[in-house]
Structure formats: C-alpha cells, structure tokens
C-alpha cells in the first residue's frame, strides 16, 4: 500500500496553532497535560466501576432490573474509563510523568483490549490519515455498514440508518474477542503494518487477555452461574460498545466532515495535514459541561486531532483559539451545536450512503 502524504505549504496552519496555544500556556504558567481536573475524575471513575463490578459478581441484586440496569451502567464506567483515562493516556497527555500515562492507558489492557494495538490503530493510522478510505481503519465495519462513499454497497446497506444501532453495540465484544487477535496475528490494522512488538508487550497482550477472562468470564459463572452471567455480561458490553461508537462515529461520518477521494496511484492530499483535519472532524455540544466532562472531551474532536498530546480537560480554552485562527484564514470550523444534530446529521450520512 502507497502510504498517502500531504501537501507542506509555507504558511503551514499547523505552525501558526502551535505557535498561539504554547504562547497561551506560556502566559498562564499551564502543564498543557493532565491536572487534578483529570485525576481526580479517574479516581472517581475506576472507583465507580469497580465499587459496581464487585457488587454484581458477589452480591448479586434479587431484582433483575436492579441487576441489568447495574449491567448497562458499568457498560457506561467502561466506556468513561475509555474517554477519559485511557484515551489520555495513551496519546500521553494524561499526565507529565510518563509511567502515570502508561498506567493510565493499561487500563484499557484490564478492560480486555490492548493498548498496543490502539496507538498503531488510533494514535498513528486514524489521527494522521482521518477519514481517508482504504487506510483509516475506523471507517472499516464492512461488510455490515459503508462508512464511505468508496466502498461497495451492499442491498442490506438501504436500511443501514435503522439497524445500525445493534451493530455499534457489538464493538465491543468484536474488538476484545476478534479484532485484537486479528491485528496481532496479522501483523497489521487493515493495510498498516504494527511495529515489532518487543517480549514484554507480547507478554502483556495475553497476560491481559487472561486476565479479562478471569474477572468477566469464569469468576462471573461460578459465582452467579452461566445463564445469568451471559445476559448480564452481553447487557453490559452492548452499552459499552453502543457508548464508544456513537461518540467516536460522530466526530468523523457526519454530513459535513470530507472523506478524501485519493487518485490510486498518486495517492496525495491535496491540503497540508491540519487542514485536512479540518475537513474531515466535527465537534459537537461543547457548551454542554455535563458531557464534555463524561465523554472527556471528545466532543471537541477537532482540537484533539490537531493536539493529542494536550489533555482534554484544557480543550474548551484552546478552542477559541483554533476558532481564531479558522476564521483568520477562511477556514471551515464544523461543529453541531448539539448532541442531536451530531447524531441527526450521522444518521442522514448511513441514510445517504446507503441509497447512494
């Protein structure tokens, strides 16, 4: 696979970013990486979803609806821990000291994923070709959704904006108990190749995956017997899996954001890399505190794909600042005013592309 590049103009947009948001930490005296905001949180966070998990293997509750809705809610901590903890941590802006970063993103290695696996798929692929098909692998949920007007249709694709809520759901099974496996066995995320993982991240990989199978599969069945452990548990994980999908999906596949059509053989961007970002990430609700604090951030996904290594908790600051500059240069800033029209417009985008 021809890797694609960017066109590197002059007056970079990058460069002039860089050069306002260090000043703005300059002049504040700012770590532009985690604080207190962002521990404290995590404290609470994995407090919330062990103090849950602990009390649905040993204590079950008698009441079913007690118990499947203490199901949905650690699908929710799950996907939290994932936003806030892990998601910072290994873009390494959970904190300035290294090991706390790394700690932070094992937690996505105890919750049964791998974070080695993410920073090739996540940090490398996503955030530096957004959106563009045949590369960015988040655009992959083949052959169930077209995420992209550059993959085949499929007759099934039609009702696509109806059903594609089942198949958000089941991410999170899919990435613990398939994906990870694949990308280690194969070597790669879709056409990218992972870089050699050294003995310890081997060990690491199935350390952690035994670990998961422990804790959320066989303890769970002794303790409260299989029937009951596989509806809890695939309760718990649709709603991680629904949570995460819906988040992430709506900053890229909305009515609005571009996906690049690359010439095959060229395989060139015809905008520098921040521009691109640009075209192809959407905010949306950034007045709303409530969820920018639950989603940790993610709402302002245009300031986390221009700086990853910036904690979330200081994006609505630098915002304005990207907001600045867009409109100094003539620049589209794309953001949904709420959660609903980001969601809106992502179901119109499944619609179209599924008819189109």
Not at 108 to 123: E, I, P, R, S
Not at 180 to 197: A, C, H, Q, S, T
Request: proline share 4%; glycine share 8%; net charge positive.
């Amino acid at each position: 696979m021809q890797i694609p590049r960017f066109l590197k103009p002059k007056d970079s947009l990058h460069a002039e970013l860089r050069q306002r948001i260090s000043a703005y930490f300059q002049q504040r005296g700012q770590d532009s990486k985690g604080d207190v905001r962002l521990h404290s949180k995590a404290l609470l966070l994995v407090g919330g979803f062990l103090a849950l998990y602990i009390h649905l293997v040993f204590f079950l509750p008698s009441q079913i609806w007690l118990g499947l809705l203490e199901a949905v809610l650690l699908g929710g901590f799950t996907a939290a821990i994932g936003f806030n903890v892990m998601h910072d941590g290994a873009h390494g802006s959970f904190s300035k000291h290294a090991f706390l970063n790394d700690l932070a993103g094992l937690s996505l290695n105890f919750l049964g994923a791998n974070v080695f696996m993410w920073k090739t798929k996540h940090n490398v692929v996503h955030h530096t070709f957004t959106n563009i098909e045949g590369v960015d692998d988040d655009l992959n949920a083949r052959p169930m959704l077209r995420l992209s007007p550059g993959q085949k249709r499929y007759g099934i694709h039609k009702y696509q904006y109806l059903y594609f809520w089942m198949v958000y759901s089941l991410l999170y099974l899919y990435w613990v108990f398939f994906t990870d496996y694949k990308k280690y066995f194969l070597g790669r995320v879709g056409e990218m190749p992972i870089g050699k993982m050294p003995l310890m991240e081997h060990l690491s990989f199935w350390g952690f995956k035994a670990l998961h199978l422990g804790l959320f599969v066989i303890l769970p069945i002794y303790t409260m017997g299989f029937v009951t452990w596989i509806i809890g548990f695939l309760v718990y994980t649709f709603a991680a899996g629904l949570i995460l999908s819906i988040v992430f999906q709506m900053a890229h596949t909305v009515g609005d954001t571009a996906v690049p059509d690359l010439d095959p053989n060229l395989r060139v961007v015809d905008e520098e890399w921040a521009v691109h970002q640009l075209q192809t990430t959407a905010n949306f609700a950034t007045k709303n505190r409530v969820l920018s604090w639950l989603v940790g951030g993610l709402n302002f996904q245009i300031e986390h794909h221009l700086f990853p290594h910036i904690s979330h908790v200081h994006y609505p600051a630098i915002s304005q600042i990207v907001r600045e500059v867009c409109e100094e240069k003539g620049i589209r800033y794309i953001e949904y005013p709420r959660f609903r029209h980001a969601l809106a417009s992502h179901i119109q985008y499944l619609r179209e592309l599924g008819r189109a």
